[in-house]
Protein backbone atom coordinates (compact mmCIF):
# COMPACT_ATOMS: atom_id res chain seq x y z
CA UNK A 1 0.00 0.00 0.00
CA UNK A 2 1.34 3.23 -1.41
CA UNK A 3 1.66 6.66 1.65
CA UNK A 4 -0.99 9.18 0.02
CA UNK A 5 0.19 12.04 -1.89
CA UNK A 6 4.01 10.72 -2.20
CA UNK A 7 3.22 7.76 -3.67
CA UNK A 8 6.29 5.90 -1.41
CA UNK A 9 5.13 2.49 0.30
CA UNK A 10 4.05 2.23 3.44
CA UNK A 11 5.79 0.83 6.54
CA UNK A 12 4.36 -2.02 7.56
CA UNK A 13 4.25 -1.00 11.01
CA UNK A 14 1.64 1.68 10.55
CA UNK A 15 -1.66 0.81 10.32
CA UNK A 16 -4.65 2.88 8.56
CA UNK A 17 -7.69 3.83 11.86
CA UNK A 18 -10.46 1.94 10.60
CA UNK A 19 -13.02 4.77 11.95
CA UNK A 20 -11.20 7.28 10.30
CA UNK A 21 -11.29 5.66 6.88
CA UNK A 22 -15.03 5.18 8.03
CA UNK A 23 -15.46 8.86 8.65
CA UNK A 24 -13.69 10.24 5.88
CA UNK A 25 -15.32 7.95 3.63
CA UNK A 26 -19.18 9.40 5.12
CA UNK A 27 -19.70 5.54 6.03
CA UNK A 28 -19.82 6.73 9.81
CA UNK A 29 -23.74 8.92 9.31
CA UNK A 30 -24.44 8.72 13.06
CA UNK A 31 -21.11 10.34 14.64
CA UNK A 32 -21.46 12.94 11.98
CA UNK A 33 -25.00 13.91 12.87
CA UNK A 34 -23.71 13.99 16.34
CA UNK A 35 -21.11 16.80 15.58
CA UNK A 36 -23.47 18.24 13.43
CA UNK A 37 -26.45 18.84 15.73
CA UNK A 38 -24.27 19.39 18.96
CA UNK A 39 -23.04 22.86 16.71
CA UNK A 40 -26.17 23.85 15.81
CA UNK A 41 -27.65 23.57 19.36
CA UNK A 42 -24.36 25.92 19.94
CA UNK A 43 -24.64 28.39 17.27
CA UNK A 44 -28.24 28.59 18.50
CA UNK A 45 -28.16 29.54 21.87
CA UNK A 46 -24.97 32.03 20.41
CA UNK A 47 -27.71 33.44 18.24
CA UNK A 48 -30.61 33.35 21.04
CA UNK A 49 -28.00 35.37 23.15
CA UNK A 50 -27.14 37.65 20.54
CA UNK A 51 -30.97 38.40 19.89
CA UNK A 52 -31.40 39.00 23.62
CA UNK A 53 -28.51 41.34 23.94
CA UNK A 54 -29.33 43.52 20.77
CA UNK A 55 -33.13 43.59 21.98
CA UNK A 56 -31.57 44.98 25.73
CA UNK A 57 -29.58 47.30 24.20
CA UNK A 58 -32.40 48.92 22.38
CA UNK A 59 -34.60 48.80 24.90
CA UNK A 60 -31.90 50.87 26.90
CA UNK A 61 -31.40 53.05 24.33
CA UNK A 62 -34.99 53.86 24.13
CA UNK A 63 -35.10 54.89 27.84
CA UNK A 64 -32.06 57.04 27.80
CA UNK A 65 -33.71 58.92 24.95
CA UNK A 66 -36.85 58.88 27.21
CA UNK A 67 -35.45 60.01 29.90
CA UNK A 68 -33.13 62.78 28.02
CA UNK A 69 -36.19 64.20 26.23
CA UNK A 70 -38.47 64.54 29.36
CA UNK A 71 -35.67 66.32 31.17
CA UNK A 72 -35.04 68.49 27.85
CA UNK A 73 -38.71 69.16 28.34
CA UNK A 74 -38.86 69.98 32.30
CA UNK A 75 -35.87 72.18 31.97
CA UNK A 76 -36.68 73.95 28.74
CA UNK A 77 -38.77 76.67 30.53
CA UNK A 78 -36.67 77.20 33.60
CA UNK A 79 -33.17 78.17 30.72
CA UNK A 80 -35.47 80.03 28.89
CA UNK A 81 -36.60 82.49 32.20
CA UNK A 82 -32.64 82.42 32.94
CA UNK A 83 -31.71 83.79 29.37
CA UNK A 84 -34.51 85.98 29.24
CA UNK A 85 -33.54 87.54 32.18
CA UNK A 86 -29.90 87.96 31.52
CA UNK A 87 -30.86 89.23 28.31
CA UNK A 88 -33.01 91.68 30.13
CA UNK A 89 -30.43 93.27 32.19
CA UNK A 90 -30.34 90.76 35.23
CA UNK A 91 -27.43 89.51 36.94
CA UNK A 92 -27.15 85.86 37.38
CA UNK A 93 -26.86 86.38 41.25
CA UNK A 94 -30.60 87.88 41.07
CA UNK A 95 -32.65 85.73 43.42
CA UNK A 96 -34.69 84.09 40.15
CA UNK A 97 -31.66 83.30 38.14
CA UNK A 98 -30.31 81.81 40.90
CA UNK A 99 -33.38 79.53 42.25
CA UNK A 100 -33.94 78.36 38.72
CA UNK A 101 -30.23 77.87 38.19
CA UNK A 102 -30.52 75.40 40.88
CA UNK A 103 -33.42 73.93 39.95
CA UNK A 104 -31.97 73.24 36.60
CA UNK A 105 -28.49 71.77 38.38
CA UNK A 106 -31.24 69.84 40.78
CA UNK A 107 -32.48 67.83 37.89
CA UNK A 108 -29.36 67.46 35.85
CA UNK A 109 -27.72 66.02 39.20
CA UNK A 110 -31.07 63.43 39.70
CA UNK A 111 -30.79 62.30 35.96
CA UNK A 112 -26.76 62.15 36.19
CA UNK A 113 -27.88 59.79 39.55
CA UNK A 114 -30.49 57.77 37.20
CA UNK A 115 -27.82 57.03 34.72
CA UNK A 116 -25.51 55.69 37.09
CA UNK A 117 -27.70 53.89 38.33
CA UNK A 118 -29.23 52.26 35.31
CA UNK A 119 -25.57 51.44 33.70
CA UNK A 120 -24.81 50.04 37.07
CA UNK A 121 -27.98 47.21 36.91
CA UNK A 122 -26.53 47.12 33.29
CA UNK A 123 -23.47 46.06 34.06
CA UNK A 124 -24.50 43.93 36.96
CA UNK A 125 -27.13 41.92 34.77
CA UNK A 126 -24.28 40.99 32.15
CA UNK A 127 -22.02 39.64 35.16
CA UNK A 128 -24.82 37.65 36.38
CA UNK A 129 -25.52 35.96 32.74
Not at 12 to 22: F, I, N
Not at 31 to 57: D, G, P, Y
Amino acid sequence: MNTPGTGEPRPAGTSVDPDLVRALAGLDVEANMLVVQRTRRTVMAAANELRAAKLRSRRQVGLILLAVGTLVMLLTPAIWVVADDLFGGEHFQDPPALAISLVVTFFSTIFAALVVTWRHRESSGREGH
